[in-house]
């Protein structure tokens, strides 16, 4: 089945620092990738849809110039914080979309990213 | 503007008892209704789902329950067990717009 693995797990980072988190979709080729930010206890809030190739489409009140998302292959995208606060610290996840499966077909998520800015 | 509305935000049920969580929409536009689990730490992975030209759709002790006219649908967990225990998320998409309920926790007490 379609598997999506995501890098690193944990992440502790001072504040002021820059993370990057990859996400790559394993067993297929991935059309869209999105990346979704949840809070504790809360569900899950899309950050910004990418298209290989394409700039990253982001959601309103998401700063693209803080969270910048790379998606340059069909398997790999990346997210990374810039200029990390602790207010970023949140749990990270995103997921793909198999290219070759229609529209109605669901999407893969990845495990996620626990981020602690310190 | 919460297109996905969930309830109950949280339910205890007894071994061996249903769960049942609610879902309704708004965008009539949505053509794919998954339920997502989503264990603490982890990321959310699909459980079941279903396309608005049927009314339901069992895959083993889940069963998604769809009214099209209603704009609504459910999960139901039969003989519920503990390790059922998590988070779950209905959601509708349409082509790249996926939107997601609030999400339930469910309990499942031995």
């Known amino acids: 089945g379609a598997v999506v693995s995501q890098h690193p797990s944990r992440v502790i980072c001072k504040s002021g620092t820059s993370v990057k988190i990859e996400c790559r979709s394993l067993d297929f080729q991935a059309t869209t990738m999105f990346w979704y930010r949840q809070f504790p206890k809360q569900s899950l809030m899309l950050m910004a849809t990418s298209n290989e190739g394409s700039k990253a489409t982001y959601e309103q009140g998401v700063e693209k110039d803080k969270f910048l998302i790379n998606h340059a292959s069909l398997t790999l995208s990346t997210l990374t914080v810039t200029s990390a606060h602790p207010e970023d610290s949140s749990f990270y996840i995103c997921s793909a979309r198999d290219r070759n499966r229609g529209p109605r077909y669901g999407y893969t998520f990845g495990s996620g990213t626990r981020l602690t800015v310190v | 503007q919460q297109q996905v509305k969930q309830s ?45 030209d049927v009314s339901e ?51 499942v007490k031995p």
């Open chain 2, 57 to 107: 759709k069992k895959e083993g002790r889940f069963t998604i329950s769809f009214n099209k006219s209603a704009k609504q649908f459910s999960l139901h967990i039969m003989d519920s067990q503990p390790g059922d225990s998590a988070t779950y998320f209905c959601a509708a998409s349409f082509n790249n717009d996926m939107r997601f309920g609030a999400g339930t926790r469910l309990t």
């Open chain 2, 8 to 52: 109950p935000q949280s339910l205890i049920v007894q071994k061996g008892g249903i769960s049942i969580i609610n879902c309704a929409y708004e965008n009539t536009a949505f053509d794919y209704f998954p339920w997502y689990q989503q264990f603490p730490g982890k990321g959310p992975a699909l459980l079941i789902a279903i396309r608005p």
